[in-house]
């Protein structure tokens, strides 16, 4: 009888703590998942991928991250990212927060990479973190006028998207003489936006609801 109640107290111990093991780690909110998260992008993920994706699976895998990405599919409980690399980025994530997302939009999330294939990351316990994107102090490689659309188009460096472009209005003729064929300094934020009628675009594109330049 002792032996049969010691028994099932034990089977009940292993079974309490085998719960509380498997909810702590997929029960933490977007808020403690962005204290441990480092930032990266889905390009490096996918080229170390394929240099050693043994290697690119112990470094990743079980680590959480923030990446920026755009919006591919969407299903029920995932989405899926690209975000210029051979890999895509499949994640996780609750209906509430896939209800407000759509194909084509470019966003940031955070989660915890569970698996890295070929041809996929995937990400567990994901969550939207931000449409909003911020450039500070970035090297402008090149800017270009566009004589149909009358807006100046500014390209900056970015490890997430190779180059980001900004539509504005807020760059003058003299300052387009002056920095024609510069490079120079420049912050921006706003959201992600359709590349305006007449633009050529090979990468994203954004308002100019915040943009300043400094000395070349």
Not at 136 to 155: L, P, V
Not at 162 to 190: E, L, M, P, R
Request: glycine share 6%; aromatic share 8%.
């Amino acid at each position: 009888m002792k032996k049969g109640l010691a028994l099932i107290l034990a089977l009940v111990l292993v079974l309490s703590l085998a719960a509380c093991g498997g909810s702590s780690e997929t029960s933490m909110t977007k808020e403690e998942l962005l204290d441990i998260s480092h930032p990266t992008s889905i390009k490096n993920i996918s080229e170390e991928a394929d240099s050693n994706i043994a290697r690119a699976s112990s470094t990743y895998v079980d680590n959480t991250y923030t990446v920026w990405g755009c919006v591919t599919e969407i299903a029920s409980d995932t989405i899926t990212l690209s975000g210029y690399g051979s890999c895509y980025l499949r994640a996780e994530m609750t209906s509430d927060e896939i209800m407000n997302l759509n194909t084509g939009d470019r966003i940031q999330i955070v989660g915890t990479i569970s698996e890295i294939t070929e041809g996929t990351i995937s990400m567990k316990n994901a969550h939207f973190v931000t449409d909003e994107y911020k450039i500070e102090n970035a090297i402008g490689i090149d800017i270009t006028y566009s004589r149909i659309t009358y807006t100046y188009i500014c390209k900056v460096v970015d490890d997430n998207f190779g180059h980001v472009s900004f539509s504005t209005n807020k760059i003058t003729n003299a300052q387009w003489n002056k920095y024609d064929g510069y490079d120079f300094k420049v912050s921006a934020s706003g959201k992600f936006i359709k590349a305006p009628n007449g633009c050529e675009n090979d990468g994203p594109f954004m308002d100019d609801s915040n943009f300043t330049i400094s000395d070349k």
